[in-house]
């Protein structure tokens, strides 16, 4: 088990990408949610996850983001670029220029829709991994890839692949969350990939989490992964308890359609989604509107 203290920190939103009115990235807005960010206490940020909306986003948009939130960081934290995709190759091309740009990190997720094998996977990471000299996080999602990477490629990957250092798991498989947190070697650190599996997942020995509430309410997602590092578990439990219904709330549909409603609820403007994403109902919007009140961050 590995115990030492992550490079990137342990409170890490997935920023969402704000938009302008034509859908086009809006720089003024994504410079705010930066600072709301940082302010809020976030160790790291993630940039072009799946809340992110990465999917919709062309490889020069990607980049144009990559270079306009690095600039605006100005080093106050490390900046974790999501390159990853289905096409090696392409993920390989991407990762290099987007290393050009100072991003401390690289972030890619299992293949999805080809259904790569075991073997397919730990070769995919690693040829990323090497052509990209930056810390690596492998991300595991079986819910939007199909197929899900199992504890010993995932161990076999921090013990054979120098520059793959994090994990972030969200198979919901505590069995396989727990075998990876026993097996990581020094230098190798897991994370939650969702939000509400971050306290089980530090009480088996994981060390954080990549978080979509962490774009709502990134203050008190610090405050949840400082408990749990510092073991105070009942005070962990309690902040835990009490941020359920916006982790859960902001799943209702696909996220992050009621990511970015909230962040526009809060007075955090990110603007719409791209399609096939679809704005959030009224109702869902009321709904959310009475999660943010809750939690008090309405």
């Known amino acids: 088990m590995n115990t030492s203290e992550p490079t990137f920190g342990r409170m890490i939103p997935a920023m969402v990408t704000p938009f302008d009115d034509q859908l086009k990235i809006d720089d003024d807005h994504v410079r705010e949610l930066v600072d709301y960010l940082i302010d809020g206490?976030?160790?790291?940020?993630?940039v072009c996850g799946t809340t992110g909306e990465s999917p919709t986003l062309s490889n020069d948009e990607k980049?144009?983001?990559f270079s306009t939130v690095v600039d605006h960081v100005a080093g106050r934290v490390p900046v974790i670029a999501n390159v990853g995709s289905n096409n090696t190759a392409g993920s390989i091309e991407l990762g290099k220029?987007?290393?050009?740009?100072?991003?401390?990190?690289?972030?890619?997720?299992?293949?999805y829709y080809n259904k790569p094998t075991q073997e397919g996977m730990f070769l995919h990471f690693k040829s990323l991994a090497e052509?990209?000299?930056?810390?690596?996080?492998?991300?595991?999602i079986p819910g939007r890839c199909s197929v899900n990477m199992t504890a010993e490629t995932t161990l076999r990957l921090a013990r054979e692949v120098e520059q793959i250092s994090y994990v972030k798991e969200a198979s919901?498989?505590?069995?396989?969350?727990?075998?990876?947190?026993?097996?990581?070697?020094?230098?190798?650190?897991?994370?939650?990939?969702?939000?509400?599996?971050?306290?089980?997942?530090?009480?088996?020995?994981?060390?954080?989490?990549?978080?979509?509430?962490?774009?709502?309410?990134?203050?008190?997602?610090?405050?949840?992964?400082?408990?749990?590092?510092?073991?105070?578990?009942?005070?962990?439990?309690?902040?835990?308890?009490?941020?359920?219904?916006?982790?859960?709330?902001?799943?209702?549909?696909?996220?992050?359609?009621?990511?970015?409603?909230?962040?526009?609820?809060?007075?955090?403007p990110v603007g719409g989604l791209r399609l096939p994403l679809v704005e959030a109902t009224e109702q869902e919007t009321s709904e959310l509107a009475e999660v943010l009140a809750q939690v008090g961050v309405a």
Not at 41 to 46: A, K, N, R, V
Not at 131 to 140: K, R, T
Not at 176 to 189: K, N, R, T, V, Y
Request: net charge negative; proline share 5%; hydrophobic share 50%.
């Open 41 to 46: 206490g976030s160790d790291s940020l993630l």
């Open 63 to 65: 980049l144009h983001l």
């Open 97 to 111: 220029a987007a290393a050009q740009l100072g991003i401390q990190g690289i972030m890619a997720v299992v293949p």
């Open 131 to 140: 052509a990209v000299d930056l810390p690596m996080v492998v991300y595991n």
């Open 172 to 268: 919901g498989d505590i069995d396989q969350i727990c075998a990876i947190c026993e097996g990581a070697p020094d230098g190798f650190w897991v994370f939650s990939g969702d939000d509400s599996m971050t306290l089980p997942l530090m009480e088996k020995g994981g060390h954080g989490v990549i978080s979509t509430a962490g774009n709502v309410v990134p203050r008190k997602m610090k405050e949840l992964v400082d408990l749990c590092a510092a073991g105070d578990w009942e005070a962990a439990r309690a902040a835990h308890e009490a941020l359920m219904p916006i982790m859960r709330g902001l799943f209702k549909v696909s996220n992050p359609i009621l990511t970015k409603q909230a962040l526009n609820l809060v007075g955090v």
